[in-house]
Nanobody, 130 residues
């Protein structure tokens, strides 16, 4: 069982930066590929970024490539999402997700149904004003 807790959301202006954190409980955090997803009001949850168990392989949605960076520190059971050059369309609740397996690729996390993810956090709200 893994519990995920996101933090770092808030209200910022367009062009600003934010860093989200997601900390997992348990001693097996490094066994999981980790991903960030977001859900805007009235829209479906969508993939943002993911990394494999080590953080050595990453993948991003086209809408955030070049602006967002996912990283992880397995010694701290934490995955991060550095968000730069934020835009109003980035406004959403951001969720982290965990998918078990050393062979789970970030690309796979980007296409698998969200209902298939092993664990989800409760989300953190990011609001970007214009």
């Amino acid at each position: 069982q893994v519990q995920l807790v996101e933090s770092g959301g808030g209200l910022v202006q367009a062009g600003d930066s934010l860093r989200l954190s997601c900390t997992g409980s348990g001693r097996t955090f490094s066994n999981y590929a980790m991903g960030w997803f977001r859900q805007a009001p009235g829209k479906e949850r969508e993939f943002v970024a993911a990394c494999n168990w080590s953080g050595g392989s990453t993948d991003y949605a086209d809408s955030v490539k070049g602006r967002f960076t996912i990283s992880r520190d397995n010694t701290k059971n934490t995955v991060y999402l550095q968000m730069n050059s934020l835009k109003p369309e980035d406004t959403a609740v951001y969720y982290c997700a965990a998918e078990r397996g050393f062979l789970t690729t970030p690309q796979a996390m980007g296409v698998m149904p969200t209902s298939d993810m092993d664990y989800w956090g409760k989300g953190t709200l990011v609001t970007v004003s214009s």
